[in-house]
């Protein structure tokens, strides 16, 4: 049976506290663990000595140790005592200790069973250790009792002061707040164990912020302990806040926090004007919400409960200034609302007041919360330009109103004190044609043009003044000039009528609907009158009806019309118009005699230009313009033919020009004897012949070409094979040309073997030339030779 001791001597007790023991009887079938009893397994049952199995009494029972932490000794800490009744004190026991800091936090003697602990032990972080005991029989190993579990609980001692851990703190509580308001709540913790003794229990108190705040000694709650504090006089305040273990008696510890309280802002200071009376000065010619000058009101309070807002509430120049808020610097900013003139009124008087427009109930007894200040305003005098009365005109004149009338008097004054004398003249900008003259003294506006209401109708001018003795003082006024109609333009054709009748009209027929326009625009409106001229009044042909809507229609007046008669009628025809005096002009309406079909439709009509009836279909017009389309077509494929024929092949003429072959053995052709071959033949010699031009004194070398050459020698298309084919056709063909119709002119000129052949250097000698060398020439130049009497080398003639 496992029985623990501790030793009994005074130091041990006082030192080291005292161990919890059990004491008590129980059976040894059913041995101890932890103070609980617990049935053996079969296996365990079979390990124990025999005598264990039988039945015997034990003395007492344990189950857990208490130590003290932060033991700071030299020698290891004993802890308490392993005992074995099997021990018999001859060291045949062998005691093993194992668990949670078996062997580093805790060791065993395993002979007296001892148990020390050799590290210093915390509380806060290890608070106890559950280990297992084992009694061996130190010579064969075999276990003596059932391994048993037991506790080593760690007793806490006051080693840990308390901790603000959301420290430090920042609040703020409103000013003039009561006393016992709330600003914040602070919490201390202290690790040490809160179920053993007062280690862990914490009291609050205030070091510093007294007597403005107060602190809960339970819960750390802070409230204001002074009344009326004034933020305008302290606003900031550093209040230190101290927790103390122990219940707060003496040896406990204790832990501080700061906590930085500040005083919120109410509104309990009405605004107030620094100075109760402002002058200020403005220029009669300060232009509408133009600025003035600047009003304050401090205010102590700030943010929202010093905001402010400025109006005028007494004074003389209500109408004429106004009075803003300029919300970023709480400033009334004064302006002008009309416009100011020194000549009417040299000064004002306004009362301005300034309100917060944010209220606290609480404080409305620290109030009035408004003040009010007096501004004096001088408005300073300038030269000003002449203004002119009124400031705008508006004239209307007839079109034809005689040139220097005049149409209106402009006026203006200075409406300075000095009132000096004014300069009238006409921006020439405004008016660009100069239809108007302004007389310089008296302003009288006169026409100095004439007037056209159908060309402009509008005049709009502008009028200059300027003061006699200030050049740059000028003022202007817009004069609106409205051209009046009168009836100056006689009616006419709207457009030029031309229009047909058909040979089998019928009388009474309408061919023609005449409309007119007139350029005037009277007031009733435009009415024209139509009517046959007077040489056409007893018209035999037409008629003429006027439908009294400004529209007339040309009837037939008989029937029977025919071209070869007389294929155009010119019919004038006389417009009036409702105007005073009455104008009236004669138009001519054109009427050509044409064939119609049955329906009417137009099938020909004379040769001269006319109008297509309006009845002509549109298939009609897709036909003829097809028709064109397709001629068209034609000729530009006509003559996209003629050009191939005349330019069948496309030759570099720059590259061959030295290649045409030009015949010489020609007399009497006049121009054609420089007619030379294209030298396309030569590379197409087949195709040459279609479209060789023929000429009159000689068959087409080409063709005889064709006749003559056979087949082989045609076959290479080149200059080579054509030669060759020219010598054939000479040798075969007796009456053939002369072969030196093929003029070579590379052998020709200076350089060459013959040199020139030209007669053109013959007068330049007295002696006959010799011409003997020609026989070396060859047979070739066997003719020539002869022709120049050169003799061979045998003195006979060649």
Not at 70 to 90: A, C, I, N, Q, W
Not at 314 to 341: A, C, E
Not at 486 to 510: I, S
Not at 628 to 636: E, G, H, M
Request: net charge negative.
């Amino acid at each position: 049976m496992w029985t623990s001791g501790r030793m009994s001597n005074a130091k041990n007790l006082f030192g080291l506290g005292v161990s919890l023991y059990f004491w008590g009887l129980m059976d040894l079938t059913t041995p101890v663990l932890s103070g609980s009893a617990r049935p053996l397994t079969e296996g365990q049952e079979d390990n124990l000595p025999d005598k264990l199995h039988q039945r015997m009494k034990r003395s007492w029972v344990w189950n857990q140790f208490f130590v003290l932490e932060e033991y700071t000794g030299t020698d290891p800490l004993y802890v308490g005592k392993l005992h074995s009744d099997m021990d018999r004190g001859d060291g045949s026991i062998k005691y093993i200790l194992s668990g949670e800091g078996a062997g580093i936090v805790f060791t065993i003697d395993d002979t007296t069973g001892d148990i020390h602990a050799i590290q210093r032990l915390d509380r806060e972080e290890r608070s106890q250790y559950t280990l297992r005991a084992q009694a061996l029989d130190r010579r064969t190993g075999r276990p003596m009792e059932p391994e048993s579990e037991f506790i080593i609980k760690i007793q806490d001692i006051n080693d840990n002061e308390p901790k603000f851990l959301d420290g430090p703190y920042v609040a703020s509580v409103p000013e003039m707040s009561p006393v016992g308001t709330s600003v914040i709540q602070v919490t201390a913790t202290d690790a040490d164990d809160p179920t053993y003794g007062n280690s862990a229990r914490v009291v609050y108190s205030i070091l510093q912020g007294q007597p403005y705040f107060s602190v809960d000694s339970r819960t750390g709650l802070i409230r204001t302990a002074l009344m009326n504090m004034d933020r305008e006089a302290k606003e900031y305040y550093e209040v230190i806040i101290q927790a103390k273990d122990m219940g707060g008696q003496l040896g406990g510890l204790a832990g501080t926090t700061t906590v930085n309280i500040t005083l919120s802002d109410v509104n309990d200071n009405p605004p107030r004007f620094p100075q109760k009376h402002y002058q200020m000065t403005v220029l009669e010619s300060a232009p509408i919400s133009s600025t003035v000058g600047r009003v304050v009101a401090k205010d102590l309070d700030e943010g929202i409960n010093a905001e402010m807002k400025y109006s005028l509430v007494d004074g003389d120049g209500l109408d004429v200034f106004d009075i803003n808020t300029d919300p970023n610097y709480q400033v009334g900013i004064i302006t002008v609302r009309k416009p100011l003139s020194f000549e009417s009124k040299k000064s004002y008087t306004l009362k301005v007041e300034g309100a917060n427009p944010h209220l606290e109930m609480r404080f409305l007894n620290l109030g009035p919360f408004r003040d009010t200040t007096t501004v004096h305003i001088s408005v300073e005098d300038v030269d000003e330009p002449p203004v002119f009365e009124p400031s705008i005109y508006f004239v209307e004149v007839p079109e034809d109103v005689e040139i220097g009338t005049t149409i209106q008097i402009i006026s203006a004054k200075d409406p300075d004190v000095t009132n000096n004398s004014i300069r009238y003249s006409i921006d020439r900008s405004s008016d660009p044609g100069r239809f108007f003259y302004v007389d310089i003294t008296s302003g009288a506006l006169m026409t100095a043009r004439p007037l056209d209401r159908e060309d402009i109708s509008w005049h709009n001018i502008t009028v200059l003044a300027t003061e006699l003795n200030n050049p740059s003082q000028v003022g202007s006024v817009s004069v609106t000039v409205k051209v009046l109609d009168v009836n100056d333009n006689a009616p006419e054709f709207a457009r030029f009528y031309e229009t047909f009748v058909c040979e089998n009209a019928k009388a009474g027929q309408l061919i023609q609907t005449v409309s007119a326009i007139d350029r005037d625009d009277p007031q009733e409106g435009q009415h024209f009158y139509y009517s046959l001229a007077p040489e056409a009044a007893n018209n035999p042909n037409f008629t003429l009806r006027d439908n009294q809507d400004n529209t007339a229609w040309i009837l037939t007046r008989r029937s029977g019309f025919r071209q070869h008669e007389q294929n155009t009628f010119y019919l004038p025809i006389l417009i009036s118009d409702n105007g005073r005096p009455v104008l009236s002009s004669t138009g001519t309406l054109t009427v050509h005699v044409c064939s119609c079909d049955e329906e009417g439709m137009v099938m020909s009509c004379n040769a001269e230009a006319y109008v297509l009836p309006v009845s002509l279909s549109r298939g009609a017009l897709i036909a003829i313009l097809a028709c064109i389309f397709v001629l068209l077509v034609l000729v530009l494929l006509i003559l996209s033919m003629r050009r191939q024929r005349k330019q069948p092949y496309i030759i570099d003429e720059e590259e061959n020009i030295h290649e045409n072959i030009v015949r010489y053995d020609d007399e009497g052709g006049g121009e054609e004897d420089t007619e030379a071959f294209d030298i396309a033949a030569m590379w197409n010699p087949r195709e040459a012949q279609l479209v060789v031009k023929n000429r009159q004194d000689m068959l087409p070398e080409i063709e005889s070409l064709s006749r003559y050459v056979p087949q082989a020698c045609v076959m290479d298309n080149n200059v080579h094979n054509y030669v060759l084919a020219k010598l054939y056709e000479a040798d075969m063909d007796l009456w053939a040309p002369p072969f030196d119709s093929l003029q070579t002119y590379m052998f020709e000129g200076n350089g060459s073997v013959a040199e020139s052949l030209s007669s053109l250097q013959s007068v330049t000698t007295d002696s006959d030339q010799s011409y003997d060398y020609l026989t070396d020439w060859g047979p070739r130049f066997k003719k020539l030779a002869e022709m120049y009497g050169a003799t061979d080398s045998s003195g006979a003639l060649w």
